[in-house]
């Protein structure tokens, strides 16, 4: 056999499949396949993990690529849901038009709240960040915005339908829908952080003092990067109006915030992709709990010890996994490969 020229081996290795790629290959597949083999209930469950997956993505982008600790994405996950809602209600605009100005208008206040407080760093912008969330579903109970809010009794607006009703239903189009935003949001989020931009912010992360004196601007970057994650939050939040049909204030207390940063931490707070396994930690955990003390009698402990669980979960995630499950995940792909390295040579 003639060997392969230098040239030609490179070319070789160029068309080998990289395990990221073959992961994002799998990924794909099980979701455009989910909404076909799944049933209705779980469907829904399916759109939710894509909800708070671009919601958990918000919250990686600024605390775990800027260092910037938040717990008031829930705010911004609320005004995103009641723009669409108000949008949708008082003005007939159309559902799918709706997600670009929810998300202009977060990106909007969260620039303008991430400039007012680039001064405030660590547990002091976490402090700030709180009082947001807490905050703001008392004002949407106001007398003063009750015509646009609907108050305390919310707003309801009709669910989209699927355009395609023949070969798709309303819920699992809805689920394609938003996962076509997701896979948008998730594959310009990757961009931006291989970039220029990216490598600022993990400078900026790591070194404030170092990225500063190296030229970053500090306060332009860290107030541009709670728009964008307020933007993805906002998102996230119109798409959950349109999940649900109904949106209320007392549907964004602080436990919202909450889930959100537990959804980063579990799922890895520096990781695009982990964003996902967040998600699907935070909608699945407690319906497990629900449902195994249901189906189960003997299991109703289930339900009680759910909160536990999450401490003791979050616990062991810090301790045995620093970087999540997707670190988790990283490092089992490492091993493997030089598994399979070592066996070759």
């Not at 998600?279 to 189906?295: N, Y």
Request: charged fraction near 10%; aromatic fraction near 12%; proline fraction near 5%.
């Amino acid at each position: 056999m003639t060997p392969l020229s230098p040239t030609a081996e490179i070319a070789g290795a160029g068309r080998r499949i990289t395990p990221r790629t073959a992961w994002l290959v799998v990924l794909a597949v099980v979701a455009l396949a989910a909404p076909f083999v799944l049933s209705g209930y779980h469907v829904f469950q399916a759109t939710q993990i894509v909800v708070y997956a671009i919601a958990v993505l918000g919250f990686n982008l600024l605390t775990g690529f800027s260092g910037q600790i938040s717990l008031g994405n829930g705010a911004f996950y609320a005004i995103g849901a009641y723009v669409t809602a108000i949008l949708m209600a008082h003005y007939d605009v159309p559902y799918w038009a709706t997600l670009p100005v929810a998300g202009a208008v977060c990106f909007g206040v969260g620039f303008v709240f991430g400039r007012s407080a680039t001064r405030l760093e660590g547990l002091y912008l976490a402090l700030a960040t709180f009082g947001l969330a807490i905050a703001l579903p008392q004002v949407l109970k106001l007398d003063a915005l009750e015509r646009w809010t609907g108050g305390s009794q919310g707003v309801v607006i009709d669910k989209p339908a699927s355009p395609i009703a023949g070969l798709v239903d309303d819920d699992r189009w809805l689920y394609l829908f938003c996962l076509a935003v997701a896979v948008v949001l998730f594959a310009a989020a990757a961009n931006v952080i291989r970039g220029r931009t990216g490598r600022a912010l993990i400078a900026l992360r790591d070194h404030p003092i170092a990225a500063g004196t190296m030229g970053i601007h500090v306060p332009s970057y860290k107030a541009r990067v709670f728009g964008v994650s307020a933007m993805y939050t906002g998102i996230a939040g119109a798409l959950s109006v349109l999940v649900a049909g109904f949106v209320a204030p007392d549907s964004f207390q602080i436990l919202l915030s909450i889930q959100f940063l537990i959804g980063g931490v579990v799922g890895g707070v520096a990781s695009i992709f982990g964003s996902v396994f967040g998600a699907m930690f935070i909608e699945i955990v407690p319906d497990l709990a629900k449902h195994g003390s249901e189906l189960w009698p003997s299991l109703h402990w289930l339900a009680d010890v759910q909160w536990p669980a999450y401490g003791v979960l979050l616990i062991v995630t810090m301790f045995v996994m620093p970087g999540g499950l997707a670190g988790l995940v990283y490092s089992l792909q490492r091993r493997l490969a030089r598994r399979a390295h070592s066996h070759r040579s």
